[in-house]
């Protein structure tokens, strides 16, 4: 018949590797990679400690009891090392990249081959046969177990206090595992007192402390470990919220901004702040006041799933009030230009009408000589109208989105407008086509005849002959056409080239830069094209204008 005592041992020791086995499943849901291999290494290795100690306590040899007394006492250093794995991954120590790993590791397997070895020096232990209370071989820790006990113990602690550290980060109640912390030590007591009382072996009890706690952790403290490494892995407010959108977890940011979540675990989140629970379906910022002040956040929301099943959500709370005062400001200038584009289009380009009119209706009533100042008058009239036209249009394609909506564009015969345009505009230059226009199209919109225009414009009032002389050609490739407009005017020296339209952060404050040079840049950016210039032999400049073919799909 077997000993009671021996039999109390075998449960005890049977019922932690079986809670320990037991409790892998469960562990093997955890969703961090590094967490989870931490803990099912450690469950395996504390069930495979509880294993030994059963071996010790029934193998029917002195070897065979020495031999499971050394797998356990192997496997019982294998669960601090993955404790220390667990801890360190849980909270956000990466540990395959921790520091002097290669040296921590050889450590590990120099003690693992010592407690091997054993039986060749009994450094760590020695033995001896009794029959009190009952039949079995008693061990006598020597002195290197108990400095690797304490080296072990101090490990277990730093871990714990990693643990501790986190829940402080986020804000977490942290009694409940101080208690399960506390219900797992009993044991050690067991260990350090086991020599001097009768009904206790020599041995480390720490086993069923340790698949307590383990199994207190995954089924009554699983969720909650879960929502805290993921809150406590963000600077940013964030919390934590399970699959009917109640509060599991929280870190200090997001406590400070919600004051509402104090003692909310558990609660809706609409119950805690219904703005911020309306935020996550919707796509605009959350405005929240505090000491006078507005502040503007995104919310976020990342779910985590179990399979196809939604366990949980991560909502992160971004700070945005410098973007989005920004983007104010970006309203204001828009509604802004939107005010100057009416009173250019509507009172600034009437008034010049009424002027223009008038003058020339006075053409045929002075003597000679005002002819000339009236010439003057007319030509800055009609300046200042073709002026109100390309603040128009600038203004315009600033209001555009960006991804402005474009259609296939004819090329040849909007170029052929453009100079019919200019030749009425500007009789005494001399405007030329080189070759053939390109028969494509190009995708743009409506504002693609501004590019042209303000470019040959630009080629007739900055030149500085007598005769201005403007030629034009095109060139094509199977993807892109170029328009090139040459001019026989001064040039454009090379530090000039990209200033002049206003390329850059500048913009308009770029030296050289002009409203139509710079509206053509913006332009045939949104067109998805380019433009630049060239010199022109042996004096001048060439506008190069490239811009994408639109070919229809069924000839693609």
Same mark, same amino acid.
């Given at each position: 018949?077997?000993?009671?005592?021996?039999?109390?041992?075998?449960?005890?020791f049977?019922?932690?590797?079986?809670?320990?086995?037991?409790?892998?499943?469960?562990?093997?849901?955890?969703?961090?990679?590094?967490?989870?291999? +931490? !803990? %099912?290494?450690?469950?395996?290795? $504390? =069930?495979? &400690?509880?294993?030994?100690?059963?071996? /010790?306590?029934?193998? *029917?040899?002195?070897s065979?009891?020495?031999?499971?007394?050394?797998? +356990? !006492? %192997?496997?019982?250093?294998?669960? $601090? =090392?993955? &404790?220390?794995?667990?801890?360190?991954? /849980?909270?956000?120590? *990466?540990?395959?990249?921790?520091?002097?790993?290669?040296?921590?590791? +050889?450590t590990?397997?120099?003690?693992?081959?010592?407690?091997?070895?054993?039986?060749?020096?009994?450094? /760590?232990?020695?033995?001896?046969?009794?029959?009190?209370?009952?039949?079995?071989?008693?061990?006598?820790h020597?002195?290197?177990?108990?400095?690797?006990?304490?080296?072990?113990?101090?490990?277990?602690?730093v871990?714990?206090?990693?643990?501790?550290?986190?829940?402080?980060?986020?804000?977490?109640d942290?009694?409940?595992?101080?208690?399960?912390?506390?219900?797992?030590?009993?044991?050690?007591?067991?260990?350090?007192?086991?020599?001097?009382i009768?009904?206790?072996?020599?041995l480390?009890?720490?086993p069923?402390?340790?698949?307590?706690?383990?199994?207190?952790?995954?089924?009554?403290?699983?969720?909650?470990?879960?929502?805290?490494?993921?809150?406590?892995?963000?600077?940013?407010?964030?919390?934590?919220?399970?699959?009917?959108?109640?509060?599991?977890?929280?870190?200090?940011?997001?406590?400070?901004?919600?004051?509402?979540?104090?003692?909310?675990?558990?609660?809706?989140?609409?119950?805690?702040?219904?703005?911020?629970?309306?935020?996550?379906?919707?796509?605009?910022?959350?405005?929240?006041?505090?000491?006078?002040?507005?502040?503007?956040?995104?919310?976020?929301?990342?779910?985590?799933?179990?399979?196809?099943?939604?366990?949980?959500?991560?909502?992160?709370?971004?700070?945005?009030?410098?973007?989005?005062s920004?983007?104010?400001?970006?309203?204001?200038?828009?509604?802004?230009?939107?005010?100057?584009?009416?009173?250019?289009?509507?009172?600034?380009?009437?008034?010049?009408?009424?002027?223009?009119?008038?003058?020339?209706?006075?053409?045929?009533?002075?003597?000679?000589?005002?002819?000339?100042?009236?010439?003057?008058?007319?030509?800055?009239?009609?300046?200042?109208?073709?002026?109100?036209?390309?603040?128009?249009?600038?203004?315009?394609?600033?209001s555009?989105?960006?991804?402005?909506?474009?259609?296939p564009?004819?090329?040849?015969?909007?170029?052929?407008?453009?100079?019919?345009?200019?030749?009425?505009?500007?009789?005494?230059?001399?405007?030329?086509?080189?070759?053939?226009?390109?028969?494509?199209?190009?995708?743009a919109?409506?504002?693609?005849?501004?590019?042209?225009?303000?470019?040959?414009?630009?080629?007739?009032?900055?030149?500085?002959?007598?005769?201005?002389?403007?030629?034009?050609?095109?060139?094509?490739?199977?993807?892109?056409?170029?328009?090139?407009?040459?001019?026989?005017g001064?040039?454009?020296?090379?530090?000039?080239?990209?200033?002049?339209?206003?390329?850059?952060?500048?913009?308009?404050?770029?030296?050289?830069?002009?409203?139509?040079?710079?509206?053509?840049?913006?332009?045939?950016?949104?067109?998805?094209?380019?433009?630049?210039?060239?010199?022109?032999?042996?004096?001048?400049?060439?506008?190069?204008?490239?811009?994408?073919?639109?070919?229809?799909l069924?000839?693609?």
């Amino acid at each position: 018949m077997i000993d009671p005592l021996l039999l109390g041992h075998l449960i005890i020791f049977a019922l932690s590797a079986i809670a320990c086995v037991a409790a892998i499943p469960q562990a093997r849901k955890i969703q961090h990679p590094g967490t989870r291999e +931490g !803990f %099912v290494v450690f469950l395996g290795s $504390v =069930a495979l &400690w509880s294993g030994g100690y059963i071996g /010790y306590l029934i193998a *029917p040899t002195r070897s065979g009891k020495v031999a499971f007394y050394i797998l +356990g !006492f %192997v496997f019982a250093f294998v669960a $601090v =090392a993955a &404790w220390l794995y667990f801890c360190a991954a /849980y909270t956000g120590r *990466p540990p395959r990249h921790a520091p002097f790993r290669n040296l921590i590791l +050889g450590t590990f397997l120099f003690f693992i081959a010592l407690k091997v070895t054993n039986p060749l020096h009994n450094l /760590y232990f020695t033995t001896e046969w009794v029959t009190e209370p009952f039949p079995h071989l008693v061990i006598h820790h020597e002195l290197l177990y108990w400095i690797v006990l304490g080296l072990s113990y101090a490990a277990i602690t730093v871990g714990f206090f990693v643990l501790m550290e986190r829940f402080y980060h986020t804000g977490s109640d942290s009694r409940p595992l101080v208690v399960l912390v506390g219900l797992s030590g009993l044991p050690a007591g067991a260990t350090i007192i086991g020599g001097q009382i009768d009904w206790l072996h020599p041995l480390m009890y720490e086993p069923p402390g340790v698949a307590l706690f383990a199994v207190g952790t995954l089924f009554f403290y699983r969720q909650r470990f879960e929502g805290i490494r993921l809150t406590g892995e963000s600077d940013e407010p964030a919390i934590f919220l399970d699959q009917d959108t109640c509060v599991r977890d929280y870190n200090q940011a997001a406590r400070r901004l919600f004051p509402g979540l104090e003692e909310s675990f558990g609660k809706p989140l609409t119950a805690v702040n219904t703005a911020l629970a309306d935020h996550l379906t919707k796509q605009d910022v959350l405005a929240i006041t505090q000491n006078d002040e507005t502040r503007y956040y995104d919310v976020s929301s990342t779910p985590f799933l179990a399979g196809e099943v939604t366990t949980g959500q991560l909502v992160t709370v971004t700070d945005v009030t410098e973007r989005e005062s920004y983007r104010k400001r970006l309203e204001e200038k828009t509604e802004q230009l939107e005010a100057l584009n009416r009173v250019v289009r509507h009172d600034i380009r009437n008034d010049m009408a009424v002027i223009l009119g008038w003058a020339e209706i006075l053409e045929d009533h002075i003597d000679e000589d005002g002819e000339e100042a009236l010439e003057r008058v007319l030509q800055k009239s009609r300046h200042v109208i073709q002026f109100t036209e390309v603040a128009r249009d600038f203004v315009e394609s600033l209001s555009e989105d960006a991804d402005a909506e474009l259609e296939p564009i004819k090329l040849q015969p909007l170029l052929d407008a453009e100079l019919a345009a200019v030749r009425d505009s500007f009789p005494d230059a001399h405007f030329q086509v080189s070759g053939e226009l390109c028969d494509v199209s190009v995708l743009a919109n409506e504002m693609l005849s501004s590019v042209f225009r303000n470019i040959l414009e630009n080629a007739v009032r900055h030149n500085d002959k007598e005769t201005p002389e403007v030629t034009i050609s095109c060139e094509e490739d199977s993807d892109t056409v170029r328009v090139r407009i040459a001019d026989n005017g001064p040039g454009i020296p090379d530090n000039q080239k990209d200033q002049i339209f206003g390329k850059g952060e500048k913009g308009l404050d770029s030296p050289g830069s002009g409203i139509g040079l710079y509206l053509v840049h913006l332009l045939t950016n949104q067109f998805g094209g380019e433009v630049w210039v060239e010199d022109k032999d042996p004096n001048g400049s060439v506008f190069v204008v490239e811009l994408p073919i639109h070919t229809p799909l069924n000839k693609r």
